[in-house]
């Protein structure tokens, strides 16, 4: 968001106007050589900010606008040149974009001593507003990008970005994450905007916004970001760390030493961050004092803000910007050039945009998920132990009925277990994973079932039950076919007693050896499937008849029998 430190207090501020005096020579000359050609076309455009990054919130997802981004880095005098980018992130309404504009000021009239500006004129450039709203969406950048001879001769392009602030009522922390990842990623100088202090909990989003970039980097083999700057904003303690990078840089290491007895997650916080940047700095800047806070009209001029405030403010932006100071990008050792930081765009927005990379999370829900997840693998345990007690390797085979109750027994249990816990989320997220647990708790069971399967003598023998009962089947209809000389009939079903004979074989060997176990399985799973579709309803269709014709025969033997008694009677 672009926000001004009149936006931290609440001042409402007119959007700004381009100020030809403020820009100096250069900004001039850029407006005025703005022409029409003969088809009415502007060839050179007036300098200001552009939207490349969108940020869609009806499903919370982010877009590059390609044609923009490269109608700024694929200009003809500079796409080769190597690139200097420093953006500016942090929370929402904390002055990103007021601290840009002076950058600004600075990139147009860096060889004036009074750069700053008179007193009595009005902030322009990054647009920023007073209230509580969010302003900046997504990410800005400058398109003017500025080239500048650095001291060793070397030409470099400088651009400034403005990053949407993280932590508004409209933002996800997906769209934090990717918003500060997507801008560490493209810039070599990220300016952190912190308010007051550095907190525990802003080291704790730096360290999961990085995590989130560095996930989306391939092939890390050093340090994946460059430069961080801790910009400390309204410092009210300089009597223990003076203003500006001295006192930041004393502050700063005090911060983020790690310490022998210190916890371990607040080592692994300072650890992580220390991994991630090359270089970390620090600067301690004063309140812009009373008027800016209170004054609703307040529009940036500098007779409204305090001397302490701009007199660092003239210290830290030659500290970033000075042509000895700057910083060029580089990733992964080499240095990187307008036209090679479009497609580094390209590629890292399109990663963001897939499913590949997790989702990050709120501080509650990933406490809540570890919680829950804590709570079904607990209750998975008691029920594994349960049912190891049941039918477990040493157990004899139970009856399936048998299994099947001990089973809903224990899921009950397991599931009561999990209710039991206290547990983060609300009800219907506890619910879920109470879903999840009753699923996964019928996985193990059929598993349980094939283990206790596979100890009953008679499943064990079906596989070769089977082939031999096809190849006596297929023995028989072979003699008798030949014999009444059906010969073709007769060699198809010797083809197929050799066969299974064949596969007896194998199947004997892979459970003897426990080679081509695949085969195995194979051989398995066709003879389950001829016992289930073909010999069982055999089976059963023969005994039923048999038993059918039994009945039969037995309810005409008692009632020949009866009659046989009463016509004996009736004769005698």
């Known amino acids: 968001m672009a926000e001004g430190d009149a936006a931290r207090y609440g001042q409402p501020v007119e959007l700004p106007r381009l100020q030809p005096a403020l820009a100096g020579e250069n900004y001039v000359d850029a407006e005025d050589n703005a022409f029409l050609d003969l088809d009415d076309e502007v060839v050179t455009q007036k300098p200001g900010p552009i939207q490349i990054v969108l940020a869609h919130e009806d499903d919370h997802n982010f877009e590059l606008d390609e044609s923009a981004l490269e109608k700024v880095l694929l200009?003809?005098?500079?796409?080769?040149?190597?690139?200097?980018?420093?953006?500016?992130?942090?929370?929402?309404?904390?002055?990103?974009?007021?601290?840009?504009?002076?950058?600004?000021?600075?990139?147009?009239?860096?060889?004036?001593?009074?750069?700053?500006?008179?007193?009595?004129?009005?902030?322009?450039?990054?647009?920023?507003?007073?209230?509580?709203?969010?302003?900046?969406?997504?990410?800005?950048?400058?398109?003017?990008?500025?080239?500048?001879?650095?001291?060793?001769?070397?030409?470099?392009?400088?651009?400034?970005?403005?990053?949407?602030?993280?932590?508004?009522?409209?933002?996800?922390?997906?769209?934090?994450?990717?918003?500060?990842?997507?801008?560490?990623?493209?810039?070599?100088?990220?300016?952190?905007?912190?308010?007051?202090?550095?907190?525990?909990?802003?080291?704790?989003?730096l360290q999961l916004f990085t995590e989130y970039g560095r996930l989306a980097m391939e092939e890390i083999y050093q340090k994946p970001f460059q430069t961080?700057?801790?910009?400390?904003?309204?410092?009210?303690?300089?009597?223990?760390?003076?203003?500006?990078?001295?006192?930041?840089?004393?502050?700063?290491?005090?911060?983020?030493?790690?310490?022998?007895?210190?916890?371990?997650?607040?080592?692994?916080?300072?650890?992580?961050?220390?991994?991630?940047?090359?270089?970390?700095?620090?600067?301690?800047?004063?309140?812009?004092?009373?008027?800016?806070?209170?004054?609703?009209?307040?529009?940036?001029?500098?007779n409204d803000i305090d001397e302490d405030f701009k007199k660092e403010l003239q210290n830290l932006v030659p500290l970033l910007l000075a042509p000895e100071n700057l910083v060029e990008k580089e990733i992964s050792g080499s240095k990187v050039t307008c036209r090679d930081l479009v497609q580094y765009f390209k590629a890292y927005i399109k990663i963001y945009q897939g499913e590949e990379l997790p989702h990050p999370k709120s501080m509650l829900q990933a406490t809540a998920e570890a919680n829950n997840l804590a709570a079904v693998a607990g209750a998975k345990d008691t029920y594994n132990k349960g049912m190891e007690q049941v039918c477990g390797g040493d157990k004899p085979y139970i009856a399936p009925a048998d299994l099947e109750r001990k089973h809903q027994e224990l899921k009950e249990v397991a599931i009561k277990q999990f209710r039991s816990v206290k547990k983060m989320g609300g009800e219907e997220f506890c619910h879920r994973y109470q879903d999840q647990l009753e699923e996964e708790l019928d996985d193990i069971y059929a598993n349980f079932v094939k283990h206790n399967d596979g100890k009953n003598i008679f499943y064990a023998a079906r596989t070769p039950a089977t082939l031999f009962a096809v190849m006596f089947a297929m023995y028989i209809i072979s003699g008798l076919t030949g014999f009444l000389g059906m010969v073709s009939i007769a060699t198809l079903c010797n083809a197929v007693t050799g066969l299974a004979l064949a596969s007896l074989c194998t199947w004997a060997y892979v459970k003897y050896s426990g080679e081509f176990r695949e085969v195995g399985t194979l051989i398995d799973q066709l003879a389950e499937v001829l016992w289930e579709q073909v010999i069982k309803p055999l089976g059963d269709n023969f005994i039923e008849d048999t038993m059918r014709q039994s009945v039969t025969n037995s309810l005409k033997a008692g009632l020949t029998e009866q009659m046989s008694q009463h016509a004996r009677l009736k004769t005698d």
């Not at 709203?133 to 003017?144: A, F, L």
Request: negative net charge; proline residues 3%.
């Open 75 to 205: 200009q003809e005098h500079i796409k080769d040149l190597n690139i200097v980018v420093v953006s500016v992130a942090g929370a929402f309404r904390k002055g990103k974009s007021f601290l840009l504009d002076f950058m600004l000021r600075y990139m147009y009239n860096q060889n004036s001593s009074s750069w700053i500006g008179g007193n009595h004129d009005p902030l322009t450039g990054f647009t920023w507003r007073g209230g509580c709203e969010r302003e900046t969406t997504g990410i800005q950048v400058w398109n003017e990008v500025f080239v500048i001879d650095k001291p060793d001769g070397a030409k470099v392009a400088v651009l400034l970005m403005d990053t949407q602030g993280a932590f508004d009522s409209q933002s996800t922390i997906k769209d934090c994450a990717t918003v500060f990842a997507l801008s560490t990623m493209t810039s070599s100088v990220q300016v952190y905007n912190l308010s007051q202090n550095i907190q525990e909990d802003d080291l704790q989003h």
């Open 228 to 302: 961080l700057m801790f910009l400390i904003r309204d410092w009210s303690y300089p009597y223990e760390h003076p203003y500006g990078l001295e006192g930041g840089k004393q502050f700063l290491e005090k911060r983020l030493q790690v310490k022998l007895h210190q916890h371990e997650e607040l080592q692994n916080v300072r650890r992580h961050i220390h991994s991630c940047f090359s270089n970390l700095g620090c600067f301690l800047l004063p309140h812009p004092g009373l008027k800016v806070a209170t004054n609703p009209s307040f529009d940036g001029r500098l």
